[in-house]
Structures are given as C-alpha cells and as structure tokens.
C-alpha cells in the first residue's frame, strides 16, 4: 500500500529553471513532511521540511508548499543548477514520530 | 566529526548465509532505524528502535533481525531466510523527544549482493 505517492518518476529541467516534485498522502496521522536529497552512492540527506500547520516554507532556492485540504505537497526548486542532480523524496512522518513513509523518488537532471 | 557509520560499504552474501551489516552512530541519538532501498520503490522500514532493548519491526521485517545492546550501535542480520537480499540497505537515526518530530540522519549505506 503506497501512502505517499511521489511524482514524477524523472525530471530533466535546464539549468535556471524551476523543479517542481509533487506528493500525495492518505493518512491523516502524518504531522511531518520532510523532503530529502540524494547523490549516487550516498544516504538520503534532509532538505527541508514542513508541519501541516504551515502552508509554505521556503529556505533559499527550495520551497516547500502544502496543502492540507488536498493532502498534497510540493517541492520547488529555483534556478535549478547541475548541482541539484539527485533523487528527491518526499515523506511523511506518524504524529509521535515512530514511523517515516517515503515515496518512490523523483531523480532530477538539470541540463547546463 | 558527528554521524552514522555504515559498513562494509560493499558486502557479498553466499546461498544459505547469514550476513550482519553495522551501523554506529555518535550523534548520541535515541531512535535508530533500518531501510532497506531498491530501485524505483523509495525507502521501506525493516526496523527501528527507540531505546536500547526494545527494537519493533518495520513494513518489511521478515527475514532480517537487529539487536540494541548499546545506544550508538544497531546491527543488522539479512538471514538465510530473506530470499531477495540484494538492494542498498540504509541505517539512520533521530533524537527522539516523544511528541513532535525529528529529521533522521542517515548513513551512506552498505550494497549487498548475491554471489
């Protein structure tokens, strides 16, 4: 059963242009949506994160929006650089923190 | 220097054997947890554990056991029972403070393979 469904699978975007990653969840259990990073060979590493009673959270070129009557969030990129060349997760965390579901990912290619 | 260290990085495993991945951690983190990552599926849960002792079992457990004698370490077994072994397996770890949230931090992960 797939609570949070990540999409797209793959996104090829040119260099300073925007990423845009979306996600869906089921549960409403879910207080915690973190987005988190990962190069090839390497364990996943926290990018950003939102609680649902926040509908936008931005931290440089990365923003999060959120919208809870829809059960859906988004992670933005701006400027998109060859550097952000990674697989995306979004995931969503149990109120009380005892379990983490991710998606699938999205592997991002930004073309210089 | 504080993090997860995973290791082998690299780990091979023969038909019928039993094969133990490490994961420590100096980050002095309560909760620990075990992924198991394969392509296109995302992260899954084996385990996770919250003290040290205690260990409750994640979406995919069968076949796998872990142990939590110390807080910095939680190994993980892939027994002769888990017939599909190969994929990249990550550990993590969060300060765990009951209510509220906690990002997890993670290792760069052990890739074991079927010879």
């Known amino acids: 059963q797939q609570q949070v469904k990540q999409s797209p699978q793959s996104l090829i975007v040119q260099k300073g ?72 997760f979004c995931a969503a965390t149990y109120t009380g923190g005892f379990k983490t579901i991710f998606g699938a990912g999205t592997r991002l290619f930004v073309k210089a | 220097d504080g993090g997860i260290t995973q290791s082998p990085k690299y780990l091979f495993r023969k038909e019928g054997q039993n094969v133990t991945l490490s994961c420590e951690q100096n980050l002095n983190h309560d909760a620990m947890y075990w992924y198991r990552q394969d392509p296109g599926q995302g992260l899954r849960l084996i385990y996770y554990s919250q003290i040290v002792n205690d ?43 009951g209510p509220g949230n906690q990002p997890q931090h ?10």
């Not at chain 1, 060979?41 to 809870?68: C, H, Q, W, Y």
């Not at chain 2, 076949?63 to 397996?89: D, I, M």
């Open chain 1, 17 to 88: 242009g925007i990423s845009i990653i979306n996600c869906a969840y089921e549960n409403t259990a879910f207080d915690y949506f973190p987005w988190y990073q990962q190069f090839p060979g390497k364990g996943p590493a926290l990018l950003i994160a939102i609680r649902p009673d926040v509908s936008e959270k931005k931290e440089g070129r990365f923003t999060i929006s959120f919208n809870k009557s829809a059960k859906q969030f988004s992670l933005h990129i701006m400027d998109s650089q060859p550097g952000d060349s990674a697989t995306y």
């Open chain 2, 55 to 97: 260990f409750q079992k994640g979406d995919i457990a069968e076949g796998y056991s872990v142990s939590r004698e110390k807080k910095e370490s939680f190994p993980l077994t892939v027994t002769s029972a888990q017939k599909n072994p190969t994929a990249f397996y990550l550990c993590a770890s969060s300060i765990w403070t």
């Open chain 2, 106 to 115: 993670f290792g760069d992960g052990t890739r074991l393979s079927i010879l």
